[in-house]
């Protein structure tokens, strides 16, 4: 049966996720606490691991209840930080680390995503399971920690998410929250990278994208697709299903409208 196998959420954008049992759609159409905070520079610009990969370097965990990150260094010094009310100082930290003057900003409305207007990302375990088996070197929680996805569903088979893009495209839902496709995840240089160390695979693009040009399902709209380095369905939550809570376990079911 195909169910919610995993919800996982990133406090401060491009560091660690937490993984939670339940997480309730924003009024902006993400997820609670995912891309809550962000790093700035002094121009204005969002700091995440495309620009910078200094940030593979850290090992955060964040706790809800209280709002404190943790946060600790490859010399293995730790620092605390309730986020909501030592934002200056934390900012400090991470200004002192990545040597930049460094801002960080909240917004519980919608979050720091990068596609504004979009919703939750959405894999499947075995796209997971599928994308390590390419590389000797990837697991299948390195996957996961790679491409970074908010929802995912067990219990379907790989790249299941294709189907919710394209021409007459259905939607699905889980529990009783509907998800409606807008585009595949193009990806960018991130998951081609360790996620601890930040040591590029070598020959991850090619080889990616040959495997996904081999692999890619039947049940995908190819005119969907820009190109095969793709990896995850970005979905939207009509606002009408704003406001509900998702649970890990819940039913994931297609919708044929």
Known sequence: MAQLERLRVYPVKSLDGIDVDAATILDGGTLEHDREFALFDSEGDVINAKRTDQVHALATDFDPESGALVVETPEGETERFVLAQERGRAAAWFGEFLDLDVSLRRDVSLGFVDRREMGPSVVS??????????????????????????????????????????????????????????????????????????ASTPNFREQFIEKRRETFPEWADPDAFEHFFTSMLIARVPDSHRGRRLNVGDPVSVLED
């Not at 599928?130 to 990837?138: L, T, V």
């Not at 294709?162 to 193009?186: I, L, Q, T």
């Open 125 to 198: 375990t075995a796209t997971l399971r599928e994308f390590a088996s390419w590389f000797d070197d990837i697991t299948v929680e390195s996957a996961r920690r790679r491409l970074r996805a908010n929802v995912e569903v067990s219990g379907v088979p790989a790249f299941w998410e294709d189907r919710f893009v394209g021409d007459d495209a259905p939607a699905f839902e889980v529990g009783d929250v509907r998800f409606e496709g807008v585009k595949p995840c193009g990806r960018c240089v991130v998951p081609g990278r360790d996620p601890d160390t930040g």
